[in-house]
């Protein structure tokens, strides 16, 4: 089974672990949220220009606007009266794009060169998704909880860019990052009654990351394809506030905000106006996105 594939089988969720678990809850709680999320952080690369006038029609900071919709997951367990175990996953939506631009002299850029006949189309897919399991710690009151674990992710994005001549694609590209490593942080009780419990919390993350990039210019010609490799030290830091309310005895309902930065990752527009990407297979790894949005969900005991 590929990991893509292991990825998808394993969890459809994202960011953060579920709202906290008090130290006196016993058996298993699951937690299901949606969520809305927004990402920014890409480089302005210019994407669409017209190299006459000049003219850049469109840039890759241009599709951080998309809101996307994703799905959070979690089931714990108490271990002790103090401590218990988390696995999560979490998808953070597919945000997919199209954008056409129809000016006369609209090209393609690439590493310096245009390429097209307007009108130029380009779609752009990215998505983020993990799994992982996490270890709390409560402090004796129960206010406070010191978190520890392991996550996998996958960060993954694809472009296709179209014109009015060149018949299936002007452009297409399929990048990865595969990211492997552990998380540490700590959550707290800020507020607690009957009924309702605001709580936040943070994370930080290291993970060995192995991310690819495969290309075709096809009207550049049938040598105008490869691929290019980089490996690091990918890192995330993660925030999230939320509030629960209680509606029956075991079932509550929560909803707040979260967000997740990653560093040094693989971005697809990014790889574009960098030469060493197709003449040395060197990708660039300096992608720094941000995640935000909010979360509504429902979580039940049993």
Not at 195 to 207: M, Q, S, V
Not at 236 to 246: P, R, T
Request: aromatic letters at 10%.
């Amino acid at each position: 089974m590929t990991f893509k594939k292991t990825f998808f089988v394993a969890c459809c969720s994202i960011l953060a672990i579920s709202g906290p678990v008090s130290a006196q809850d016993a058996g298993w709680q699951f937690n299901v949220q949606g969520l809305a999320l927004q990402r920014s952080g890409t480089d302005a690369v210019p994407l669409i220009v017209d190299g006459g006038i000049p003219t850049v029609y469109l840039s890759g900071d241009e599709f951080d606007a998309d809101l996307s919709g994703g799905l959070k997951f979690s089931a714990s367990r108490d271990i002790t009266d103090r401590t218990d175990l988390v696995i999560d996953g979490f998808f953070a939506g597919r945000m997919s794009a199209t954008r056409t631009v129809s000016a006369a002299g609209a090209q393609f850029t690439v590493y310096g060169a245009d390429f097209g006949t307007s009108p130029v189309s380009l779609n752009y897919d990215s998505s983020l998704m993990g799994t992982g399991a996490t270890w709390r710690y409560a402090s004796q009151n129960g206010n406070v909880r010191w978190l520890g674990g392991l996550r996998a992710m996958r960060l993954g994005e694809s472009m296709k860019v179209t014109d009015a001549a060149s018949p299936p694609n002007l452009f297409s590209g399929e990048l990865s990052n595969n990211m492997l490593g552990i998380q540490a942080g700590v959550e707290a009780t800020a507020f607690k009654n009957d009924r309702w419990e605001i709580a936040g919390g943070a994370k930080l993350g290291a993970y060995s990351n192995s991310a690819n990039f495969d290309a075709a210019f096809p009207q550049a010609g049938p040598a105008a394809v490869f691929t290019a490799n980089g490996y690091n030290v990918a890192t995330s830091a993660e925030l999230w506030i939320g509030a629960d309310y209680q509606f029956s005895k075991s079932t509550s309902l929560n909803f707040g905000y979260q967000a997740m930065l990653l560093n040094n990752v693989g971005l697809l527009p990014e790889q574009l106006d960098d030469l060493a990407v197709p003449i040395l297979g060197q990708m660039d790894m300096g992608g720094v996105p941000l995640y935000q949005g909010i979360t509504f969900g429902v979580q039940t005991n049993w």
